[in-house]
């Protein structure tokens, strides 16, 4: 069993930063890939970045090159550095965990945390 609980997300200007982390539960986070999705109103939830147990990264084309994802195993923990941050990143923003195999559909995850909103002014 994992659990999963964001922080971090919040308003912030066109053009500006966040940093969303994700804290996990669990003796075997090294092994789990994580996911960040996230979901705007109105619209289906969206894979944005994943990493794998071996640090593999994945990123949407609509964050690639703005979004930075990284993992402390020392710490169970799993960061998204979002950058040049764009109203249509406003969303309600996921963490998620999938043993073992980096994946980016969401039904592939097997936990989730509760989410964390992040709101883009323009």
């Known amino acids: 069993q994992v659990q999963l609980v964001e922080s971090g997300g919040g308003l912030v200007q066109a053009g500006g930063s966040l940093r969303l982390s994700c804290a996990a539960s669990g003796r075997t986070f090294s092994r789990y890939a994580m996911g960040w999705f996230r979901q705007a109103p109105g619209k289906e939830r969206e894979f944005v970045a994943a990493?794998?147990?071996?640090?593999?990264?994945l990123y949407s084309d609509s964050v690639k090159g703005r979004f930075i994802i990284s993992r402390d195993n020392d710490k169970n923990t799993v960061s998204l550095q979002m950058n040049s941050l764009k109203p249509e990143d406003t969303a309600v923003y996921y963490c998620?965990?999938?043993?073992?195999?980096?994946?980016?559909?969401?039904?592939?995850?097997?936990?989730w945390g509760q989410g964390t909103q992040v709101t883009v002014s323009s």
């Open positions: 998620a965990a999938r043993y073992m195999t980096i994946a980016t559909i969401g039904r592939e995850y097997e936990y």
């Open positions: 990493i794998s147990w071996s640090v593999g990264r």
